[in-house]
């Protein structure tokens, strides 16, 4: 475990915050960052697709303020962590089941740093999905809080059906390190105004978003492979199929969502145990990220649900 960069410019994350270079078991080089707290317990923060560590150091703030530390990670193929395909800027990876291999080298990360027990689990959207899956797999955490989780992707049975086809044909080949059909290469938050955008409400969040980007390019990413498509549709689909687990899981849904489907998150959540789905009048896709008095409510929240499960 090496130190790593970790660009505080843009994270303005709270006090002590560190990152590390990690190695998953398949050799893969990844980033994680670790930001402390006051000893109540660490949360880990499985960011979406596209994401990386800085852009969650405020959120880390929030948390840290009622007293937990956080853990984040750059998965495989984005942020700084290893880019998996001859075009840098396509989100690709191989098999969602790699993820996995990212979260265990965290999790691992955190016991050698003997971070504060217990252990929660904050999941956002693609990071949702892998949420899902190690919490299916019995990953050691007391309680989780998911937003926007990506568990089907927005698509009309047209389309649906079309990307099945064609991601199928060309998953596991030289194809599948093609982009999407209808993607660019080029980061949402550069090429969207803010007008409009399906992010977030909050102006000032999403000009930081996009100075981020401009200030630290090798940061950005485009849009998906068709492999990683094809892998998206296939993990979502068996999710859909499991049984919830136990763990105690509130998870907060924008009554404006576009970026993942909303009905799969009613679905899941309907059958979920010990799981309650808030939804937030007037949220985007960023929760974490939208107006003043939804962060303030969702950060009170989040502390209150996990205390509960201390």
């Not at 990071?127 to 299916?136: D, E, F, K, S, V």
């Not at 007391?142 to 998953?171: I, Q």
Request: with cysteine; proline share 7%; hydrophobic share 40%.
């Amino acid at each position: 475990m090496e130190k790593a960069p970790l660009f505080n410019d843009i994270a303005k994350g709270p006090q002590g915050g560190k990152a590390f270079w990690l190695t998953a078991d398949d050799g893969i080089r990844i980033r994680a960052a670790y930001w402390p707290g006051k000893g109540k317990g660490t949360i880990l923060l499985l960011p979406g697709r596209c994401e990386y560590v800085e852009k969650y150091g405020r959120a880390a703030g929030e948390l840290a303020a009622h007293g937990y530390g956080t853990i984040s990670i750059d998965w495989r193929g984005q942020g700084l962590a290893d880019r998996l395909a001859p075009l840098a800027t396509l989100g690709h990876v191989d098999q969602f089941s790699d993820y996995q291999k990212d979260l265990r080298a965290v999790f691992a990360m955190a016991e050698m740093l003997d971070c504060p027990k217990p252990f929660y689990l904050i999941a956002h959207s693609m990071g949702g999905c892998i949420a899902l899956r190690a919490l299916n797999d019995g990953l050691a955490v007391n309680a989780a809080v998911l937003t926007a989780p990506m568990w089907r992707l927005p698509l009309k049975p047209a389309k649906l059906a079309l990307a099945w086809a064609l991601s199928w044909a060309v998953h596991g080949t030289r194809f599948g390190q093609q982009p999407t059909p209808g993607t660019t290469q080029e980061s949402y938050v550069l090429s969207a105004p803010f007008q409009g955008n399906d992010l977030t409400t909050n102006p000032e969040y999403y000009a930081d978003m996009q100075r981020d980007l401009r200030d630290h390019a090798e940061l950005a990413l485009g849009g998906p492979s068709l492999n990683w498509l094809y892998e998206a549709l296939r993990e979502t689909r068996a999710l859909r199929s499991m049984p919830p687990p136990p763990v105690p899981t509130l998870t907060f849904l924008g009554s404006d969502e576009t970026i993942v489907d909303p009905g799969a998150i009613h679905q899941v959540m309907d059958n979920w145990p010990n799981g309650e789905l808030r939804m937030v009048e007037g949220a985007e896709h960023e929760v974490m990220m939208e107006i003043p008095a939804i962060q303030r409510d969702f950060f009170n929240a989040t502390a209150q649900h996990f205390a509960q499960h201390s």
